[in-house]
């Protein structure tokens, strides 16, 4: 039997089309997430939900690894843009992700107020970006040009317990540790991943530009399963 793939994702509105795709569905509740099983092209694929936040992703990702020992697997959903040339409908591909939410302030007496723009991100030894895997990585630019809603582009996401709105706030993370768009969950996936020696990567399609004004749509959501699903699918065939 083969080992299964997994696909996670925080919120339904990211997971029902590729809840959909699956064949034999099963729900199950593990410790209190959502998992459902199935096959795609007769291949083992579990979609599971991440919840929201670093802390339910790590959990629910201790959880699914330990209880289908999978393959690999594939963190996708909705992202921030942190540029302005990355456009709703575009993709991220995860070559790393590095918190966001770890930073260290300098010191200020009472009175002195508060520089944010003054903080060390993931100023911490043991915070540093952690990669995606190599082979993964590799196959996905190949499937990439199957893609048609958008960029597909490879870079940097940083990801945390945030939800950046500021546009002046977003420019200085982009300039201090280059990331491109944001989310709340993949650092958590990729550092639980990358201790239990499971293979990773990330899809997030950029759902937000406040940079340019454009909010949150959930909408975007359907199309990181639609690249996810395309990739998972090639993967099984190719295999």
Same mark, same amino acid.
């Given at each position: 039997?083969?080992?299964?793939?997994?696909?996670?994702?925080?919120?339904?509105?990211?997971?029902?089309?590729?809840?959909?795709?699956?064949?034999?569905?099963?729900?199950?509740?593990?410790?209190?997430?959502?998992?459902?099983?199935?096959?795609?092209?007769?291949?083992?694929?579990?979609?599971?939900?991440?919840?929201?936040?670093?802390?339910?992703?790590?959990?629910?990702?201790?959880?699914?690894?330990?209880?289908?020992?999978?393959?690999?697997?594939?963190?996708?959903?909705?992202?921030?843009?942190?540029?302005?040339? !990355?456009?709703?409908?575009?993709?991220?591909?995860?070559? *790393?992700?590095?918190? %966001?939410?770890? /930073? =260290?302030?300098? #010191? &200020?007496?009472?009175?002195?107020?508060?520089?944010?723009?003054?903080?060390?991100?993931?100023?911490?030894?043991?915070?540093?970006?952690?990669?995606?895997?190599?082979?993964?990585?590799?196959?996905?630019?190949?499937?990439?040009?199957?893609?048609?809603?958008?960029?597909?582009?490879?870079?940097?996401?940083?990801?945390?317990?945030?939800?950046?709105?500021?546009?002046?706030?977003?420019?200085? !993370?982009?300039?201090?540790?280059?990331?491109?768009?944001? *989310?709340?969950?993949? %650092?958590?996936? /990729? =550092?639980?991943? #990358? &201790?239990?020696?499971?293979?990773?990567?990330?899809?997030?399609?950029?759902?937000?530009?406040?940079?340019?004004?454009?909010?949150?749509?959930?909408?975007?959501?359907?199309?990181?399963?639609?690249?996810?699903?395309?990739?998972?699918?090639?993967?099984?065939?190719?295999?």
């Amino acid at each position: 039997m083969n080992k299964p793939i997994l696909i996670g994702a925080a919120v339904e509105t990211e997971l029902e089309f590729l809840i959909n795709k699956l064949e034999n569905v099963v729900k199950r509740k593990i410790d209190d997430y959502d998992f459902w099983e199935g096959m795609i092209n007769s291949f083992p694929v579990v979609v599971y939900k991440t919840e929201v936040g670093t802390i339910n992703a790590t959990m629910s990702t201790v959880i699914a690894i330990k209880e289908y020992n999978p393959m690999f697997i594939v963190n996708e959903g909705t992202a921030g843009s942190h540029i302005n040339t !990355l456009l709703p409908g575009d993709i991220v591909i995860g070559k *790393e992700i590095i918190a %966001i939410d770890s /930073y =260290k302030s300098n #010191n &200020r007496k009472l009175g002195e107020g508060s520089n944010p723009f003054e903080w060390s991100i993931a100023g911490f030894s043991n915070e540093k970006a952690i990669e995606c895997d190599k082979e993964l990585l590799n196959f996905a630019l190949k499937i990439k040009k199957f893609y048609h809603d958008g960029k597909v582009c490879v870079a940097r996401i940083g990801s945390g317990n945030v939800f950046n709105k500021e546009a002046d706030r977003i420019k200085n !993370l982009y300039e201090k540790v280059n990331t491109v768009c944001e *989310e709340m969950e993949g %650092i958590g996936v /990729y =550092k639980v991943c #990358n &201790r239990l020696n499971v293979p990773v990567i990330s899809f997030r399609v950029i759902s937000n530009n406040e940079i340019l004004g454009m909010r949150y749509d959930v909408s975007y959501g359907k199309k990181s399963q639609i690249f996810s699903y395309e990739f998972v699918k090639r993967y099984i065939e190719d295999k």
